[in-house]
């Protein structure tokens, strides 16, 4: 079974940086799309992003184009959130999923396996 951790979430200023990992075991992820959602508060579930494994290529959110970047780690089974220019509207508790590849995504049903999500605060 998949089992998928994320990592890397803490606080920053507004304009900072951070980078979250999602690391996966009991499975390869050379056959699934890695998305990152994410829920503040009182709000629902948003898709950030998603990279297909088996060819690379990426999807994100109008909110965080050119500033979040997905990209898989030097170990096939890591992929990372890059997120710059840090707003407080992007706190929110992240989640990496997986699907069999990122059609399905910004809708987060279509993605089986979840993480148990790392905390992003964003605040001066």
């Known amino acids: 079974q998949l089992r998928l951790v994320e990592s890397g979430g803490g606080l920053v200023q507004p304009g900072g940086s951070l980078k979250l990992s999602c690391t996966a075991s009991g499975a390869s992820l050379d056959n699934y799309g890695i998305g990152w959602f994410r829920q503040a508060p009182g709000k629902k579930r948003e898709g950030v992003s998603c990279?297909?494994?088996?060819?690379?290529?990426?999807s994100y959110a109008d909110s965080v184009k050119e500033r979040f970047i997905t990209s898989r780690g030097s170990t096939e089974n890591t992929v990372y959130l890059q997120m710059n220019g840090l707003k407080p509207e992007d706190a929110a508790v992240y989640y990496c999923?997986?699907?069999?590849?990122?059609?399905?995504?910004?809708?987060?049903?279509?993605?089986?396996?979840w993480g148990q999500g790392t905390n992003v605060t964003v605040a001066s």
């Open positions: 990279i297909h494994m088996r060819d690379l290529r990426t």
């Open positions: 999923a997986a699907d069999w590849d990122c059609s399905g995504f910004p809708v987060s049903l279509t993605f089986a396996f």
